[in-house]
């Protein structure tokens, strides 16, 4: 046996100079000698050790995947494709740490994996799937060499990485099997991870470049460098590129870098990555649904094209903008035939000279709606597009604000049925069934105008209307009954109040109720984490306006009542109000959260006044600073354990 962890420890170096430092130090044939009498050994004792080599090799094909619940959540990316979104992020970042400092890494084009260490042995490597729970690949992983088996680390580890095929490995795959070549480096690498068959994976040759660390159960790192140093000190492989930036120009000039050089190596990617470095400030600035709030991922790869712009014409929204749209010849771009593409406001289409007639450059990525960037050549019949002085769908007088064009009519219609759409929509009040096409017939054919009108419809409102039967009528109006129950964050985000979206819309319904958001000052909605003074002016507007109020009551009297979802009134935080700033050692800060709310407690994401609790972890900021001067009382990490009864 002594011999057996000796062959493995001299094999496994080997392999690691090999394969992650890419610096071999014995010949293949000096590693096979070595690896055939470890299997010898193997097959004498019949024991494998965990950190054995052998383990690699594909085995047999598996049934199907099972699921595998990550410890904790691995999240996607947020992303930027213009140097404003990435402006915007640093703001974002100041607000809560006016000094961070920034990670600057490749964005790579392949399979998120997750992979588990216990006691310092492999255990496990599923993928990322939602974010919750993946998909174990274990089987598939084991057929990978640039991962160790064994490492110093002896508590619970989750690391994160890509797993990727370079393309000069695609290419040799794709010249020995002619017949069945792969078409990118991407999807091949997720074919060969969510292969079923392992041998199949190990033909492909993927590998997984690691970036992150998930979790910690002992001693977790405090910064984005502190990962990597560890990531590289316990083996795993890791791409060379990576910057700590001090300002915001720092991390252009290390994007403007990836740029340039992306297109010289030998993996697809697709951008740079943007990260906090510091762990305490990505605590403070915490996570949206989907996205961390401290991080973003800066796009390159779109698909581009050019086109001839045939005509424009302006589309009204809910808030009255009007929006350029170009009819252009129709062009392939990212797998769909483009017919249409924005110019986002008149002062881009001035900006990019933009004429009817003239050709120009299309971009579409993933789904985002398709962008003309601007104009490669004129013809002598080039038009230049004419700003419109009246409103195109109503003829109201053109309010110009900035690059942008809004309709002076609060009631033009096409901005009053998008303001239903958003009403109706799933995010918001989810009244099932009403699509574009049904509100602009109860517009045009019932006088459906404003929110409360939709609760004043009845079956008899819909007779002589086309492709309106029986039962579609009753799933409609049972949809719009069941509405008027709606959790309050859903309806603030609904009722369409400028700079509010989703997230926002939850800050504000931990105020209680819709009257108590109504109250609030502006000073009041600014000390929000996610509002901004543009924002909190629109809130005061939106309360401010005497037809909004009449509309809300007259939604009340339809019986709409929008609700807080219930918690729980017992329990060592019940009718506490508390914000956790710093690091905990013990708990993340989403599970600590869930925990005080399971014991009646109400999580706010930042200090107010209605805050009755802090809990401040190592390296506690301003949220500290602003309890003490607030006078509210401060427990530490200990005393939260405590009251949640995990002391130990």
């Known amino acids: 046996m002594d011999r057996m962890h000796e062959l493995c420890e001299i094999l496994n170096k080997w392999a690691h100079e090999y394969y992650v430092l890419d610096n071999p130090s014995v010949s293949d044939r000096e590693y096979d000698k070595l690896y055939d009498e470890l299997r010898a050994l193997e097959r004498e004792s019949g024991t494998v050790l965990p950190e054995s080599p052998t383990r690699r090799v594909g085995g047999e094909p598996v049934k199907g995947f099972q699921r595998h619940t990550h410890i904790a959540r691995l999240y996607s990316l947020d992303k930027a494709v213009t140097e404003d979104e990435l402006s915007a992020f640093f703001t974002r970042v100041q607000k809560a740490d006016e000094g961070a400092e920034y990670t600057v890494e490749y964005k790579f084009d392949g399979l998120t994996m997750c992979l588990t260490y216990e006691n310092g042995a492999f255990v496990r490597a599923s993928t990322r799937g939602n974010g919750v729970e993946g998909e174990d690949v274990t089987a598939q992983a084991l057929t990978v060499k640039s991962f160790p088996l064994k490492i110093k680390y002896k508590g619970t580890l989750e690391v994160r990485g890509e797993a990727v095929i370079r393309l000069s490995a695609l290419e040799k795959y794709n010249e020995a099997h002619p017949e069945e070549p792969l078409k990118n480096a991407r999807n091949a690498a997720a074919g060969a991870i969510r292969n079923l068959d392992p041998k199949v994976t190990a033909t492909r040759n993927p590998e997984i470049l690691f970036y992150d660390i998930n979790y910690m159960s002992e001693n977790p790192v405090q910064s984005q460098t502190e990962a990597m140093e560890f990531l590289r000190r316990e083996g795993f492989k890791t791409y060379p590129y990576f910057r700590l930036c001090k300002t915001g120009e720092d991390v252009q000039a290390a994007i403007d870098e990836i740029e340039i050089e992306r297109k010289k190596i030998d993996v697809l990617t697709d951008g740079a990555v943007v990260k906090v470095n510091s762990e305490t400030t990505r605590a403070e600035m915490g996570h949206t649904d989907k996205f ?134 799933k995010n918001a009040m989810d009244v099932e069934g009403m699509s574009d096409q049904t509100i602009t017939l109860l ?66 319904a931990a105020f209680g109720s819709v ?112 309890a003490k001067k607030l006078n509210i009382p401060v427990i530490g990490e200990e005393e939260l354990l405590l009251r949640l009864g995990r002391n130990q």
Not at 293 to 315: G, L, N, P, T
Not at 349 to 370: A, H, Q
Not at 477 to 503: C, N, W
Not at 613 to 623: D, H, N, Y
């Open 515 to 626: 009257e108590a958001v109504a109250a609030l000052t502006e000073e009041q909605l600014i000390a929000l984490e996610n509002i901004g003074e543009i924002t909190a002016k629109a809130i005061v507007g939106y309360f401010s306006d005497e037809e909004n109020r009449e509309e809300l009551n007259r939604l009340a009297e339809s019986g709409v009542t929008p609700f807080v979802k219930e918690k729980a009134k017992t329990g060592a935080f019940a009718g506490e109000f508390v914000v956790l700033t710093g690091s905990l050692s013990s708990l993340t800060r989403p599970e600590a959260q869930k925990l005080i709310e399971e014991q009646g407690g109400t999580a706010q994401s930042t200090v107010t006044q209605k805050t009755t609790l802090v809990v401040a972890g190592e390296s506690a900021g301003s949220k500290l600073d602003k």
């Open 292 to 425: 961390p709030r401290w991080a973003i991922a800066y796009k390159f790869e779109a698909e581009e094209a050019e086109s001839v712009v045939k005509k424009v014409f302006w589309q009204v929204g809910r808030t009255g903008k009007l929006t350029p749209l170009a009819e252009i010849e129709p062009v392939e771009l990212a797998g769909a035939t483009v017919k249409r593409a924005t110019l986002n406001n008149f002062g881009d289409l001035t900006r990019k000279d933009v004429k009817i007639g003239s050709r120009v450059m299309v971009r579409r990525s993933n789904e985002v709606i398709p962008e003309i960037l601007g104009a490669v050549s004129h013809t002598e019949g080039s038009i230049p597009v004419e700003k419109p002085c009246l409103c195109p769908a109503c003829g109201s007088a053109v309010n110009e604000v900035g690059a942008n064009l809004f309709c002076s009519n609060e009631e033009c219609p096409p901005r009053v049925v998008q303001k239903l759409v958003h009403y109706c929509s």
């Open 443 to 508: 517009y045009e054919k019932c006088g459906v105008r404003r929110f409360s009108d939709l609760y004043a419809l009845k079956a008899e409102d819909f007779e002589g209307l086309e492709g309106f039967k029986e039962k579609k009528i009753n799933n409609l109006l049972s949809s719009v009954e069941k509405s008027k129950h709606i959790p309050l964050d859903r309806f603030l985000y609904a009722i369409g109040i400028g700079g509010i979206g989703r997230v926002a819309s939850r800050d504000l």
